[in-house]
Structure formats: C-alpha cells, structure tokens
C-alpha cells in the first residue's frame, strides 16, 4: 500500500527525460545559430544583388529616354537608399535624396564608393579604403544614351561590406558592370 501511494504521487521527472529535453535544446540552438550567419551573408548578397539589377535597369532606361537617368546610392537616417531619378545632383540635396527610395541596408551593412587604386589595396585590419556612403557622401552612377557609362559617374567600384564584402566592378569604356 505505502509503495502505491508513492508511485501515485511521483510528480518529477526522470534524468533519461531531462538529458533527451537539453539534447533537443542544444540541437535548435545550433540550428539557430547557423541560420543568422546565412541570413546576414543572404543580407549582403541581397543589396549586392539589388543595386546591380537597378544598374541594368538604368542602361535600358538611359537608351530609351531624353533625359538622363540618374541612379544615386545615399544615406538617409542611419540607413543607406538608392533613387532613380532624372535630377542632376552634384552635392547632397536632403530634398530629393530622402526617405522615398529603395531602403537597401540598415547600420550593419556599409556601403562604399572605391577607385580601382582603392580597390586593388587589400588592408591587413580588414577595413575598407574609399567613401562610404553616409553624411553627404553618395555614388552616383549614369549611362550615356550609347550604353557606356558616363563620364558623371562617380565611382569604379560600388563595395558593399557586411558579414563579407562584395564589389560591382563598373567597366566604364564599355558599360558593362559585374560582381566581384
């Protein structure tokens, strides 16, 4: 009798159901872990991926239109933008370089403007030469109706650093652009 009240009132748990339930935890820990370091390398090719396809864009719009396409990359608040537009800026304009653009990154992810001197120096401290995109500073990228970039163009190369660091190389006697 006194054997069946104790095995009634049993309310833990065993060490075989404790060592199964901290297995599970270490196992989605793992999982969760290897997953943020993919979302932030995903982050990064994703902006790469996004300004190469509004520069395409922008050769076809150049050929088919009058005025001149402008593609600025800025930063607005903390977070860097891009914008199409036919506005010829030759320093920053908060007006027309706003908010209303195609939000590309937030403050983890930088974006820099490089020569190719700039570009071929590698650092030892892993830091990035050229101008990065924050304050005034900002790329501008146009093409002339011939599809060659023009000469308004501000940058050989567009780098964009996160959890690793992806260039688009702007070949500017034949207008083609590619990633690095």
């Not at 060659?148 to 992806?166: A, C, L, N």
Request: hydrophobic share 35%.
């Amino acid at each position: 009798m006194i054997k069946k009240m104790w095995k009634e009132n049993q309310k833990g748990f065993s060490l075989v159901e404790m060592i199964i339930v901290i297995a599970i935890a270490a196992i989605l820990a793992g999982a969760a872990i290897g997953m943020t370091s993919q979302l932030r390398y995903a982050n990064t090719k994703k902006v790469v991926d996004t300004i190469d396809d509004a520069i395409t864009r922008l050769q076809v719009t150049a050929m088919s239109q009058e005025d001149m396409p402008y593609l600025y990359i800025y930063e607005c608040d903390g977070n860097v933008y891009m914008k199409t537009t036919t506005t010829e800026l030759t320093s920053y304009n908060g007006t027309v370089l706003d908010k209303s653009g195609t939000k590309l990154t937030n403050s983890n992810i930088k974006v820099y403007s490089q020569t190719a001197d700039e570009a071929s120096t590698e650092s030892t401290d892993g830091s990035v030469s050229g101008t990065q995109v924050s304050g005034t500073d900002f790329i501008k990228v146009a093409y002339t109706r011939s599809s060659t970039f023009s000469d308004k163009t501000s940058t050989e190369y567009i780098t964009v650093v996160g959890s690793h660091t992806s260039q688009i190389h702007l070949v500017t006697d034949t207008g083609k652009h590619f990633v690095d």
